[in-house]
């Protein structure tokens, strides 16, 4: 077996500024609009898309995004206007 190296922990800039985008459950859109939606703002394939819209539904929440701020937030806004409910965190 082979040994890796430990990973370094990183205290760059740009992770200082992450955050994450959380979706949260709600009784009125159908999985398909929210797997649709998560596919087209959010860049996930289908697959990770259906997987975040379960995990909301049953948790009443699902992180579906890490990045920048700036960038969550016009993603949480686009969301908005597909009438899903998102903060970012």
């Known amino acids: 077996m082979t040994k890796r ?3 370094q922990q ?3 800039k740009g ?3 992450e955050r994450t985008l959380l979706l949260i459950n709600d009784d ?18 289908e ?3 259906e997987q975040c819209a379960v995990l ?3 948790k009443g929440g699902c992180v579906i ?13 686009r969301l908005r206007e597909l009438s899903l409910d998102s903060v970012v965190i």
């Open 5 to 7: 190296a430990p990973r």
């Open 10 to 12: 990183s205290n760059s």
């Open 15 to 17: 992770q200082d500024n």
């Open 28 to 45: 009125v859109n159908s999985f398909d609009h929210v797997i649709k939606s998560l596919v087209e703002v959010c860049g996930h394939d």
């Open 47 to 49: 697959i990770q898309a």
């Open 56 to 58: 909301t539904h049953i």
């Open 65 to 77: 995004k890490i990045a920048d701020v700036s960038t969550l937030q016009g993603m949480s806004v």
